[in-house]
C-alpha cells in the first residue's frame, strides 16, 4: 500500500550546517539564560539548541565528536583484545601443566 503524499510521510529536513549551528551555539551563550529564545527565533527546536550546546563544551574541552567516537571505539578494541590475551594465558598455562604430567 503506497502512502498518499503528506499521510504517513516523516517531516525530514536536510541538517543545519556547522556554520548555522555555530553562530546558534554562540548566540545562546551571549544570551545566557535566555538562550531557549535563540532556537525560537531561528526556527529550531530547544532540544536542538541543547545538544549543539552540549556538543560545543564537549569540543572546547579538546576532543571533537569524531575523536571522542573513536576514543570509544578503541577502548572497546582494548577490553576485546585484553580478554583474549586472558584467554591465551589461561590456556597457554593448561596445556603445560598437561605437558608436565606426561
Given amino acids: 500500500m503506497l502512502a498518499r503524499k503528506g499521510v504517513g ?9 556547522p556554520e548555522f549551528r555555530a553562530e546558534a551555539v554562540r548566540l545562546a551563550r551571549q544570551r545566557g539564560d535566555r538562550w531557549q ?9 530547544t532540544e536542538t539548541l541543547r545538544l ?11 576532543l571533537t565528536s569524531d575523536q571522542l567516537e573513536e576514543l570509544r ?8 583484545l585484553e580478554e583474549e590475551r586472558d584467554i591465551l594465558k589461561k590456556t597457554v598455562a593448561f596445556f603445560a601443566r598437561e605437558t608436565d604430567r606426561r
Avoid: I, M
Avoid at 10 to 15: E, L, M, S, T, V
Avoid at 37 to 45: I, N, P, Q
Avoid at 52 to 58: G, H, L, N, T
Fill in 9 to 17: 510521510v516523516p517531516n525530514f529536513r536536510k541538517p543545519y550546517p
Fill in 37 to 45: 529564545e535563540v532556537a525560537h527565533e531561528l526556527g529550531t527546536s
Fill in 52 to 62: 549543539w550546546r552540549k556538543q560545543a563544551a564537549v569540543e572546547a574541552d579538546g
Fill in 73 to 80: 571505539r578503541l577502548r572497546r578494541q582494548v577490553r576485546v
